[in-house]
């Protein structure tokens, strides 16, 4: 079945940049997820890309994908402590599943 | 506007009770989703309604009864529930269903004594 996969901790400090990491198993994955969840907090969409396209950026976010390395990344620029927070990455199959697969979510933590 | 949303932000029950968690968008969605989330874990998809009809019971324990009254709202009634399903209940709704983009509430956190 469908995997997706990521590291489970992050830390980087107040300014710097945070690149968070994701790869997926399906290659018929149509639409990819950032997921953002603060502390007992729902998920908050932060972005998605179209499996056709190798790169979106959208303010501090930018996301990178290589479909042939099923390698997804998240990059957040000038990081700040209110990024503080689990980032799941997820993926939708091209057979249009209600199904989303979650990755198991990278906390990332923002030293001041 | 992509804000779903849910009451109560928190839930207290004993295994007797009998209690509902209700679940709100007025963004046309035509797809609606309940999620149940344990701590450190991501969420798993429970139920899924189209157009206001049941498409998909992930195999929930009938104690969790799902009702989407119109095209706006989601409930979640539950019975005789167990400590074991203490966690953070999450609705999320889409524009039609299959492979669209899933917009999520706050979540309920359910506590069961």
């Known amino acids: 079945g469908e995997d997706v996969e990521q590291s489970l901790f992050l830390s980087v400090r107040e300014g710097d940049s945070s690149v968070i990491n994701c790869t997926y198993t399906?290659?018929?994955?149509?639409?990819l997820y950032w997921y953002k969840q603060e502390p007992g907090a729902g998920l908050q969409l932060l972005t998605y890309i179209f499996s056709n396209m190798d790169m979106k950026q959208d303010q501090r976010l930018t996301v990178l994908l290589n479909k042939k390395d099923k390698h997804l990344s998240l990059r957040i620029a000038d990081t700040q402590t209110g990024d503080s927070a689990i980032y799941f990455c997820?993926?939708?199959?091209?057979?249009?599943?209600?199904?989303?697969?979650f990755g198991k979510g990278t906390k990332l933590s923002v030293i001041p | 506007d992509t804000e779903v949303t849910q009451t109560p932000k928190h839930l207290v029950m004993g295994m007797t009770n009998k209690k509902s968690l209700k679940c709100e968008q007025h963004m046309g969605h035509r797809a609606m989703y309940w999620y149940k989330q344990k701590a450190k874990k991501p969420p798993e998809l429970m139920f899924v309604y189209s157009y206001e009809k049941l498409s998909i019971n992930e195999s929930v324990p009938s104690r969790f009864s799902p009702e989407c009254p119109n095209s706006s709202l989601l409930n979640l009634h539950l019975h005789a529930l167990q400590p074991e399903d203490s966690a953070l209940y999450l609705c999320?709704?889409?524009?039609?269903?299959?492979?669209?983009?899933?917009?999520f509430g706050p979540g309920t956190r359910l506590t069961v004594l």
């Open positions: 999320a709704s889409s524009h039609f269903s299959r492979g669209d983009t899933q917009y």
């Open positions: 997820a993926e939708s199959d091209g057979a249009g599943s209600y199904q989303l697969t």
């Open positions: 399906d290659s018929s994955s149509t639409y």
